[in-house]
């Protein structure tokens, strides 16, 4: 096992202890490694989607309210997307968890 492989397994772990932050730094500090820099960017974004898939699902929310005035679409609407966003996330974290462990153990 490498620094390289630690670090990069570090990026993808870190939704359990600093999300976005920790493969932010990372990505920024090691400029030099591109094995690194490749894997703390793909855990960065995947840890940042579900933050901005639920800023625009809110977003949707508030336009079709404010369109329709009627909580007969924008009910169902908001369980959907909720349902949606919970999945997503779910889905990337089990995701980070693989891509760490994956890592760690290559």
């Known amino acids: 096992m490498t620094k ?4 990069s397994s ?6 359990l202890f600093a999300p ?3 493969p932010l730094i990372i990505w920024i500090i090691c ?4 094995f690194i820099r490749h894997h703390a960017a793909i855990a960065l974004w995947l840890q940042l989607l579900p933050p901005l898939l639920g ?5 949707s929310l508030g336009v079709t309210g ?3 005035s009627s909580w007969k ?3 169902p609407m908001i369980i959907i997307l909720l349902g949606i966003i919970a999945l997503v996330t779910l889905l990337i974290f089990i995701y ?3 891509k760490g462990i994956k890592l760690l153990v290559a």
């Open 66 to 68: 404010l369109a329709t």
């Open 73 to 75: 679409i924008t009910g």
């Open 55 to 59: 800023t625009i699902c809110l977003i």
């Open 20 to 22: 976005f932050i920790f």
């Open 4 to 7: 390289n492989q630690v670090v």
């Open 10 to 15: 570090l990026s993808y772990l870190s939704i």
């Open 31 to 34: 400029r030099n490694e591109p």
């Open 96 to 98: 980070n968890l693989y």
